[in-house]
């Protein structure tokens, strides 16, 4: 069965540093989202990328981010300079409109940074 | 923006019980309600959803009823096993590539 997938699947960075998180969405899937889970508590909307552009984006998706698809397969989420309370699960998914269930979205295992 | 609430954050059931999580959302233009399952170091697995043009639907064990006028959704499981053991959390989303908001999350313990 088709599945999200995500590497790292944890990464360590002091602060101010730069860091990359990738995913690999399902292949015919058309929308992309960014998700990040601080321990503890919920699920909280990053982006969402739809036809080479961001479409939603959350108040938490500041200029410190950015997202990427740079070729047919990999989204990436950017954290340019990264702070303390970035640390958190970052979760990549995706959606294929019109397939299986309304518009499902599809979760990779998701990766634990950890800014120190 | 739509706030999600979900209740119980924590419940234990003994196994061959059922348990029920329940979530309330604010947005009534919320048109599609999936319910995930979140085991230890995975990501989000969808078990069950609903869309608001109907008001209940069952897949084995597991069930979601959705009450619009209300504004609330539930998450039914029955005969629980220990494997059911995880956090649920609900989400409510309006059209297909919207957001996802999702609830607090609800610690489900099945004693065996």
């Known amino acids: 069965e088709p599945e999200v997938t995500q590497t790292p699947s944890h990464q360590v960075t002091q602060m101010g540093q730069e860091v990359i998180l990738r995913c690999v969405p399902i292949s015919n899937h058309l929308y992309f989202y960014w998700y990040r889970q601080i321990l503890g508590q919920k699920v909280e909307f990053l982006v969402s990328f739809y036809n080479n552009e961001i479409s939603e984006k959350s108040e938490i998706f500041d200029d410190q981010f950015s997202v990427e698809r740079p070729d047919g397969s990999n989204f990436t989420l950017k954290i340019r300079s990264t702070k303390l309370e970035d640390s958190a699960m970052y979760f990549c998914?995706?959606?294929?409109?019109?397939?299986?269930?309304?518009?499902?979205?599809?979760f990779g295992p998701g990766t634990r940074l950890t800014v120190l | 923006g739509e706030n999600v609430e979900q209740h119980p954050s924590t419940l234990s059931v003994q196994e061959g019980d059922s348990a029920v999580i329940k979530c309330t959302y604010s947005?009534?233009?919320?048109?599609?309600f999936p319910w995930y399952k979140q085991e230890l170091g995975k990501g989000p697995q969808l078990i069950i959803d609903?869309?608001?043009?109907?008001g209940e639907k069952k897949d084995q064990r597991i069930a979601v009823t959705l009450n619009k006028t209300a504004k609330h959704f539930s998450l039914h499981i029955t005969e629980t096993q220990p494997e059911d053991s995880a956090v649920y959390f609900c989400a409510a989303s309006r059209n297909t590539g919207n957001q996802f908001y999702f609830g607090t999350g609800t610690s489900l313990t099945v004693i065996p």
């Open positions: 998914a995706s959606t294929a409109p019109g397939q299986g269930s309304y518009n499902e979205q599809f």
């Open positions: 947005d009534s233009a919320s048109n599609y």
């Open positions: 609903i869309r608001s043009n109907v």
